[in-house]
């Protein structure tokens, strides 16, 4: 590619900002749309950066969407680059990155474990920490709050003495 | 290593259920009329004494747990002397599970397989406190863990502890082993 | 490399790792090297720093714990397995723990109670090899401090008052102190009206004196430990 | 060589007793209850060697120096319930471990202890010998066959595998040494009686493993590939077949295959004394004694081997046998007949 | 003697079969799965199936204060937990911008960095293990309980430390402390000696290591694996200096690499290291200063400030890295732990393809996996 990395994401993010490294430990933010993360994937990957996470956080609280955060890093020198993605709430979709680092494959499955986003033409997009017939999605806000939980302890059973 | 205590002084906890006393052989409370069945009690006696003194643990770890069983088996402490130190990779030929872990969700019905496929006689010790009521990975309304291990196999043996030292885990064993020559009845 | 050059160099490598087990072997039994811990026969020395179940501290003082039931432990226990209850007690100032309920089970051993402990009263008990046929692990920590109860609060009850007797001494030569002070400020002041504004260092340094004293005065109020200890 | 070799028989049980109707089932007691000792002895001592290496203790806790460990494992492992799993071919699953216990029972039987004695004389003694240990082989087969369990099958289809290629270098090596005793102790005798190749080696003072160094070699690792002892324990490969042919045998049955295990390791160790270290042969002490003493002490080297050594590829194993121990095999057997024939 | 890489092409003949490896299996290291197609000994496809530990610790850390969430750090890797204990206060620390004193700097290099030969050398054991070899397990495990001893000593547990704190550790070390840590480096290379004769040097496990489960530099870097797994391929990536942080800087060590990216790279590579972390305690020691193991100023509650936080640390098995959300509560509105295991065993699949059933086990237990650390 003839382009270099930073005018790539300049011209296909929505949104960049700098961030102090010292203080929150990445470089650079950039906000883009879900049309653009492929290309951008693959700019970062030619330009030999490695896609260290993929996580999500549930925003729909507040914006009413899941916002996917993808991390990549230079393991030369560290330049760590920080991708926001949020997802449209309708779909709950995003597209795959694992035909370009295979690595994204499991991160994928643990988001779509996790926090139910799906990711368009996964190749195998099932539940990977949780067992297969887990009926939710664990990190999710509205699930497993401590304060709901029914009061009533299970304390004071009896152990098999037999 | 090397530095040893020899006095004899166990501390011990000053438990709210006190209730942890060996149980008592069932054939020494009753007064047997019968001699055949007291020569078949004998025997019995032997056998017991037999499978007390061989219990051959199932190699099965599940989490932090299962690094102090591996220590337990190692030369620092070694459950060999006691002749439970022969780790049998299959459920088949083994004799008491070692549930060293926490129990997820998802491991629970492989751990019920694993007890099933165990020839009798066979007993669990639960080692460490997520197996004996989840532990540290307790809470409210948590959706990972098996809140214990007697929710899946009878367990015979509790050892407290996050990790429980080997020590624990072979007092563990010296506790079992009194269980079994008591002549614990087994199911199934 | 030919074929019989790493045939010898792969059986030499065979035979040097065969010395080292013969080693260890004649090690062992001439040798008795063994590094095996007799376990039941002999006991390992715990580090002073070992953890196990929390404890209250004897305190010698009263012969007793010191614990406040703030239930500051409860509430930092990350896994939930503090429960305890506690409130005033008919003679002292202080309150009291009625019963604290540890399950030892559920306990991770973070030791964040004991960082939070008003009173410095928790520590780590040594007991290292626990087991039984019973899945109850809670710990009745007070247990052993009932029978003291009454020495306590008697011997409380001394400490309180000395307490308030040397309060009540500090309080008085504070307050001479201050009017002391007034009354040579007044005099100062007399003195100074007509030489001009050169007095400011005498009364701040007063002040800065008088500033850690008062400090340690409110930590009298609630917090025994850190005096007696 | 020499020629002034007389005839040489040994007493077999039958002569002795008279009666070969009284004789047999004599034999047989006799042979199960020192191969029951053994193999205690033989696990105990296992533990414990592996113990010493390991700078641990071993069993120390029942009875003194934890000798009567292997007494308790046995009446555990006799009381404990046998399970028959579902969907296995009954018959084979069953007959396996009398099909691994038998032959290795019978083989015993025909192993000189001394001079004098013998359970019983064959003149085909190493054939019958090799014969009884092939056997093993089928036995492991139809375990993991019979088990309708895929670890147990691999575990199968390797040692079927390992065991036919290795038993190629070891007969090939013993086959040196019924060379040189056929040169050595004249033709009245035949070169495969187990008695009178131990017989030559002591009557004309010459172990074989000073004229057969490299057959000596090749036989002891062959023997320990045949065993299926570390580092050839493919068939029951701890950490990658669970437990491999057995892995779905419980109670006695588990303790049947382990009974012959260790029986077989005193086969072999007791075939490599009469092949390479003279027999009864020795100093001072009675000819029992040298004889079982070199066979105990070979079984601690095969311990030693084991407590020390990671464990071959399959694959390793197999190119190892037939581009190593084979071929030079072969040449050995070659140049022995060469150097008789020359002599 | 070197060998060249064996090419194991999967033939085309026979029918597949498949094989469920674990969750109980002597040699996956606690509960991972692998489902296997198998082409006689030949693997044809591998598919790990993981979580069978999963402990939900990202739910927890939503669930408690970020202080709460101490003791759990340790048991996400319960294997070199120091690390990851020491890696959350420093990450938390990175974010609430809490100065740690000298002393503390030291002692927490000192500990962590023993806790990784520990880590290590438990992995050469069990590895060993998985290849058949008994006797050298034993023997790392003896020199592990020495490290255990020591590290028990002041922080009072074997396994999963709860040493630090946000600022700093909870116990001072004494002079015995360094006395015993720099007795047992100087035992523990003789012990290498050793263990090289008895293991390195041997024959049968340089041919079940060498060519054995290649992983190629562009393999690694698709999968971000990272730790010594990577280090093996040729790439000189250790977050201890590529992000210096916990005072590693101060301090003089190498990374180690080797070019094959097989499994005897792997092992020698962490032999290596080994000799590195000796290195870091002894300068450390060396140069241990006086003074406070707390900061003098401490905040009273520790709240995650608003906004998203990344801090990266090395790990025994690589990049270990903690994603927090504040949102101005003491409570993290979100925690991701980027475990180093968890994308290393997601190479797996790709490196298994076409090697034989045995080196399954050596590959799977050379790169070095925690299960919950995978699972969380």
New interface residues.
Partial sequence: MSVDLPTRIDELSTASEECAYEKVGFHQRHTIDASVLIDLARAFFEAGYVLEMITCQDLRAETQKMLLVYSFNRLESVDRQLLHLAIDPDTEQAPTLSMIYSGANWFEREVYDMYGVRFSDHPELERILLPEDADFFALRKDFGRMDEASAGGDEAEEGDDD | ?G??????G????????P?????RDPLGDEAMVDPAVVRLAVLDD??N??????LWP???????C???M??AG?????M????A?????????A?VMILA??I????SP?IRQ?WD?M???KWAI?MG?CT??????????????E??A?KIV???????????????????I??LKE?VKAG?RF?G | MGYFAKLFSGSKSLVSGMGVTLKELVGTTAQHKAVTLQYPKEKPVLAPAYRSAIKLIRFEETNSHDCVACKACERICPSFCIKLDGGKVEGIKKKRVQTFEMDFALCSLCGLCLDVCPTATLEYSKAYDEAGYNRDWRVDLVAEFRDYEEEFIRKQRAIEEAAAAEKALKAEQAKAAKEKAAKAKAAKEAAAKDAAPKDDAAPKAAKEDAAPKDASGANDGHTDAEDKS | MSQSITDYAPQTITELVGNPWLAMPMAAGIIMGALTVNVLMLVWAERKVSAWIQRRMGPTEVGPYGLLQTLADMLKLISKQLITPANIDKPLYHLAPLMAFAPVVGAVALFPVSRDYVLLDNDLGLLFVFALGGMAVIAIFMAGWGSNNKYALLGAVRSVAQNISYEIPLILSALSVVLVVNAMGGSTASGLNLSHIAWVQSHEHVWFILLQPLAAIIYFISALAETNRAPFDIPEAESELVAGFHTEYSGMRFSLFFFSEYTNMLIVSMLAVVLFLGGWDGPLLPGPAWFFLKSYALIFVMMWVRWTFPRLRFDQLMTFCWTVLIPLSILNLLATALAISVL | MTNPPRELSPSTEGELYTLNMGPQHPSMHGVLRLVLQLRGEQIVNAKPVIGYSHRAHEKMAENRSALQFLPNSSRIDYLSGMIYNLGYCQAVEKILQIEVPDRAVHIRIIAAELNRISSHLLWFGTFLLDLGGITPFLYSFDDREQILDILDSVTGSRLTYCYGRFGGVTRDVDDEFLERSTAFIKLLRTRLLMYKRLVTDNVILRERCIGVGVISKDTAFRFDVTGPSLRASGVAYDVRKAEPYGGYDRFDFEVPTEEDGDTMSRFHVRIREIEQSCRLIEQAIASMPEGDILPKKMPKRFQIPKGEFYFACESARGHFGIYMVGDGSDIPFKMKLRTPSFSNLSAMPETLRGTMLADTIAIVGGIDIVMPEIDR
């Fill in positions: 290593m530095k040893v205590d020899r006095k004899d166990v501390v011990r906890l000053p438990l709210v259920n209730a942890n006393t060996p149980v032997l056998l004494l037999g499978r007390a003194n061989s199932l190699t099965f770890g599940l989490a932090c299962a690094i102090e591996m220590a190692a030369s620092k402490y070694d060999d002397r006691f002749g130190g022969v780790f049998r990779p299959s459920a088949r030929q004799d872990g926490t997820s969700k998802k491991m492989v694993l496929q020839p009798s006689p639960a406190g004996i009521d989840g532990g540290p990975f307790k809470y409210p309304n948590q959706y990972a863990i809140e214990g007697d009878p367990v015979d043996i509790y050892i407290p502890g996050c990790p429980p030292r080997p020590e624990a885990l072979i007092a563990g010296l506790q269980k614990r199911e």
